[in-house]
């Protein structure tokens, strides 16, 4: 039976759903200082449901952001914070998980390439591995360029943890730099990410890219999300003007999954609007086929 990494699902958007009446550039983030019993709630049920590497809700979390909310001086107290409830969620449930530090784009989701050095831009990513040290894993996400996605990697192979780097593909199969899938993961390779992931785009596109995908890494994988459009908030909108696919449901997505492992995927999950019902679908139909590890387990699998 092959062993595949089952991560989360859409962490942030779940926290977000559960605590509605906040509504914060910082999304996730801000529910996490205000309601942290809801994030500690959300880690357990996606646990409960079958995954195995749980990503910390530290997404929106990046000094960057903090520093445009005027919470920089709360950073390291927010990753902290991020470890306490995750813990207590695995200490609730009594499974054995990785924690996965999380490396997502520095000024925010679905943007072009920042205007700043691959210096400048480790710099950044150096610190956030710094505060997450205590993860097992590192999970880079969205990345919509190869110039933040190789200042990602660089900090995180310092770490000498194992990591994944995710790219984020547009409908034309492209990442928003215009760049293709075969040129960011040439980017990458001499990095060494233990896997290359797809995430946070439509089901449908990580299915028709996994092929390629499998081709060019040793070890690949993909997580998608099920809204509608992310349009509104890549021109700058919030969190709060995004809406799910109603037809993504468990069982259709569990079907898309499938396709990917089919074609040699090693990681799956979820992103956005995929739910901890989402995930024990997959966890459960799958379970006869598949053996579901932890991310770090993949790294002695070769």
Known sequence: MRSVALLDGGLGQEIYRRARELSSPLWSVAVMLEQPEVVTSVHEDFIRAGARTLSLNTYAATPTRLREQGMLDRLEAIHQQAFNVLEKAIKA?????????????????????????????????DTLVRLQSRADVFLIETMTNTLEAKAACAAAQASGKPYGVAFRLEDDGKLKSGESLSEAIAAVAAYTPTAVMLNCCDPELVTDAMPELVGLHPCVGGYANAFKSV???????????????PDV?????TEEVRHW???????????CEITPAHIRHLADTLADEYSFVRFSQLAGLD
């Not at 349009?231 to 696919?245: H, I, K, N």
Request: proline letters at 5%; hydrophobic letters at 40%; charged letters at 25%.
């Open 231 to 245: 349009e509104a908030m890549a021109r700058g909108g919030s969190v709060d003007v995004l809406e799910a696919r």
């Open 93 to 125: 449930a009594g499974v054995d998980v990785d924690i996965a530090g999380c490396l997502g784009p520095l000024v925010g989701s679905y943007k072009v390439q920042p205007d700043r050095s691959f210096e400048d831009l480790k710099a950044e990513y």
């Open 261 to 271: 492992l089919a074609d040699g995927a090693s990681v799956v999950g979820g992103c």
């Open 249 to 253: 449901s468990p069982g259709s997505y």
